[in-house]
């Protein structure tokens, strides 16, 4: 999934959405603060309302949490991001239809 975007924050929309069809809907995801600074997402498994991951991007540096903001993994390459997310995604969903 290659998503080289000048625009990071449009890298970052476009990777969840990417991720969003590829779980099969089984994902939700929204910005927290539309047009706001940092830019903060939170993807959602579907039929939880607890946030699976939080990522924010700041100044140019991808952040992510899957624990509520206990640990912090970052990279300044999107599509590392997007690498470990969807590996996470779909292990968390894997685990779900057990």
Same mark, same amino acid.
């Given at each position: 999934?290659?998503?080289?975007?000048?625009?990071?924050?449009?890298?970052?929309?476009?990777?969840?959405?990417?991720?969003?069809?590829?779980?099969?809907?089984?994902?939700? $995801? @929204? &910005?927290?603060?539309?047009?706001?600074?940092?830019?903060?997402?939170? =993807?959602?498994? *579907?039929? !939880?309302?607890?946030?699976?991951?939080?990522?924010?991007?700041?100044?140019?540096?991808?952040?992510?949490?899957?624990?509520?903001?206990?640990?912090?993994?970052? $990279? @300044? &390459?999107?599509?590392?991001?997007?690498?470990?997310?969807?590996?996470? =995604?779909?292990? *968390?969903? !894997?685990?779900?239809?057990?």
């Amino acid at each position: 999934m290659a998503i080289a975007l000048a625009d990071p924050a449009e890298a970052v929309e476009r990777a969840i959405a990417a991720i969003a069809s590829a779980a099969g809907g089984r994902i939700a $995801s @929204r &910005r927290d603060n539309p047009g706001g600074t940092p830019a903060a997402y939170t =993807i959602r498994l *579907a039929g !939880s309302d607890a946030p699976f991951v939080n990522i924010r991007l700041i100044d140019g540096i991808y952040s992510w949490t899957f624990d509520a903001d206990e640990s912090l993994h970052m $990279s @300044r &390459r999107s599509d590392v991001m997007i690498r470990i997310l969807s590996e996470e =995604i779909v292990k *968390a969903l !894997s685990r779900e239809t057990r």
